[in-house]
């Protein structure tokens, strides 16, 4: 195994890596700067002033939803674990459906900068955008732990780079990256990268597809015979005992884990249209309609971007083997570069990881972007100023925010380095799910819900949420938990969804009985229900 480290850790040429990590910053750098002369209103930086078409923003979506995990973990989890892997791409992928059916368009019409602007719009405001964004930054911080931790073990291996010192290193380094890209871009320059970082990853994603694909003369089921036999000679008894064209290996040993596997279904499936990074996207268009094409461009690119993601998988399990796979750093998530390697030698290396550094910085963008929006338009300007603040004092404590949450989020990915990170953003679907969906579904098409139904729902789905995943395997109790030497495993699944995700619901419901004497306002109500549904006034949220 000690052979197996030193050889995974030693591909590729590490000069010629960072080289071209470095001409990417500056490429988009250049890009960033250009677009931070036309951000001078708060509209420009949180949504880019809405002037994106609906193709430009699919491609941004895309470039947005498809991050570390997509590319770095899944792959990895399809090459260690075969079919079971694959089901974060169907749960990912399937997910987008219920963004375009019920959340899309009628988000579009009623809000303005973030997800607390459809909240409040019949409810009490400050109570709701207080509960509202402390939501979007507990989902915004879980998933930059993941986008992190995926950053750390990926440059560690392409820079050869030993230890947690060095790993930790490369963590504040992106960190600190993600932080200028927002400073001086805000959403225009974030959204211009992230389209630029799309058509590179679903690009480069490709091109390794057909090379796989080459190598078995088209036929999958070849491809997953030889991928079969480099695990069953693995040297670990327990991965060489794997079915890797069949469920189990990851979610089969026992019933727990069945069940875990149906709780992580469940999170990924609901959690993507409560993620307030992808609802805020939908503001970046000028209209409903622009909205909806943009989901639909986004779901092509997605889907394919899936696709390729199986082949990869299985590529890598056929030509790197998972002993070489796990006994890198970053482990599972190395998988994608290690094939890129054995696909394309040195310089392919360099390209695809660069694509997947890419792919970290344009993401944590977008999240950076998001969570800083949150508290400057919800927390600071309508819950503290009450309303009084100017434009350029939310633009100000955004930029402040942004700082802040990037010290933050650098701690946390260095503590959540080597763990996998599609594993990780399920945890942030997860809470989006319980938390943020059912009050958005509520406050979109139930009359009688209410204030205290919307309190209930984000503040209890985010403390049954978060107190599970707190006492689950993925924390504690297990090798490869956050904190492998301690033990306060008292919850069997590692992720929650199964349980928090309709406590969330029936919260909503309870608070909505409890506060039923508290009267809101009809007119309020009967004007949201026309303009999400109708996009009549929706002027109204995007003029002021």
């Not at 900068?113 to 939501?135: G, I, Q, Y």
């Not at 989901?295 to 889907?303: M, P, R, Y």
């Amino acid at each position: 195994m000690t052979n197996l480290a030193a050889e995974a850790a030693s591909v590729g040429n590490p000069a010629l890596n960072i080289a071209i990590f470095v001409a990417f910053v500056v490429i988009t750098m250049t890009i960033v700067i250009r677009a931070s002369k036309t951000t001078k209103k708060a509209s420009d930086f949180y949504t880019g002033g809405g002037q994106f078409s609906g193709p430009q923003n699919g491609f941004a979506i895309a470039g947005d939803y498809l991050s570390a995990a997509s590319f770095l973990g899944i792959a990895g989890a399809i090459a260690v674990y075969g079919y079971d892997g694959f089901l974060y791409s169907v749960g990912f992928l399937v997910a987008w459906l219920v963004a375009l059916l019920l959340v899309a368009e009628l988000l579009r019409n009623t809000g303005r900068f973030t997800m607390a602007d459809v909240l409040s719009f019949r409810l009490k405001e400050r109570p709701v955008r207080m509960a509202a964004a402390l939501s979007t930054l507990t989902v915004s911080l879980f998933y930059l732990l993941a986008q992190m931790a995926g950053a750390g073990g990926l440059v560690a291996l392409l820079l050869d780079i030993e230890g947690k010192t060095g790993q930790a290193i490369v963590v504040a380094v992106v960190g600190v990256l993600m932080i200028v890209y927002v400073l001086v871009g805000g959403m225009k320059g974030t959204t211009y990268v992230q389209m630029v970082k799309a058509v590179l990853l679903i690009a480069g994603a490709g091109i390794m597809f057909f090379l796989v694909l080459f190598a078995v003369k088209g036929n999958f089921s070849t491809l997953l015979a030889q991928a079969q036999e480099t695990v069953s000679n693995s040297t670990d008894d327990a991965v060489a005992a794997r079915d890797m064209a069949a469920p189990g290996a990851k979610y089969g040993i026992s019933n727990m884990s069945k069940l875990d596997f149906i709780s992580l279904g469940i999170a990924l499936v609901l959690g993507t249209a409560g993620l307030p990074h992808v609802l805020m996207r939908f503001y970046t268009v000028p209209t409903a309609k622009e909205a909806r094409r943009s989901v639909t461009w986004a779901i092509g690119l997605i889907g394919a971007f899936y696709l390729f993601t199986l082949v990869l998988g299985y590529g890598a399990a056929k030509m790197v083997g998972p002993d070489k796979i796990l006994a890198a750093p970053g482990k599972e998530n190395a998988a994608a570069p290690l094939l890129a390697f054995e696909l394309g030698g040195t310089i392919f290396l360099a390209i695809i990881s660069a694509v997947a550094f890419a792919t970290i910085l344009a993401v944590v963008a977008g999240l950076a972007i998001t969570a800083s929006a949150s508290f400057a338009h919800d927390i600071y300007a309508s819950v503290i100023k009450r309303g009084n603040a100017t434009e350029e004092q939310q633009v100000r404590v955004s930029r402040i925010t942004v700082v802040v949450i990037g010290v933050v989020s650098i701690v946390l990915g260095i503590l959540a380095m080597g763990q996998n990170i599609a594993f990780l953003v399920a945890l942030a679907f997860a809470v989006a799910a319980s938390a943020n969906l059912p009050t958005l579904l509520f406050s979109l098409f139930w009359k009688k819900f209410n204030t205290t139904g919307a309190l209930y729902s984000i503040y209890g789905g985010l403390l049954v949420c978060i107190g599970l995943i707190v006492i689950s395997p993925a924390v504690s109790g297990k090798p490869t938990s956050m904190f492998p030497d301690a033990d306060f495993d008292f919850f069997p699944m590692s992720n929650p969804g199964i349980v928090s995700i309709p406590a969330g619901f029936l919260l909503a419901v309870i608070g909505t009985y409890i506060g039923r004497r508290k009267v809101e306002n009809a007119a309020k109500q009967a004007e949201m229900e026309v303009r999400s549904l109708t996009g009549v006034g929706v002027e109204k949220a995007v003029s002021h």
